[in-house]
């Protein structure tokens, strides 16, 4: 059995990485960890990018808030 190369595993989409993973032989331990860092590496991905635009919308809700609170006490 053959390792994936790099540029496949980016090039696959997580269906495809996980019939891969699936149908791959269990003692295939380092193409197999392969396909599990690339899954990861997504899931991070994708929760990293979440964060970031829950982090924009707190401030922007707080930025919001002092200015309400501003305008209620002047």
Same mark, same amino acid.
Request: charged share 20%; aromatic share 8%; net charge positive.
């Given at each position: ?24 032989? +269990?003692?295939?331990?380092?193409? *197999?960890?392969?396909? @599990?860092?690339? =899954? ?19 401030? +922007?809700?707080?930025?919001?808030? *002092?200015?309400?609170? @501003?305008?209620? =006490?002047?």
């Amino acid at each position: 059995m053959m390792l994936p190369k790099y540029t496949e595993l980016k090039s696959m989409t997580e269906k495809d990485l996980i019939e891969k993973l699936s149908s791959m032989e +269990i003692n295939v331990q380092v193409g *197999v960890n392969f396909i @599990y860092d690339e =899954l990861r590496a997504r899931k991070a991905n994708r929760q990293n990018t979440l964060i970031v635009w829950l982090t924009a919308i707190v401030t +922007i809700a707080t930025l919001l808030n *002092v200015y309400l609170v @501003y305008v209620t =006490l002047n």
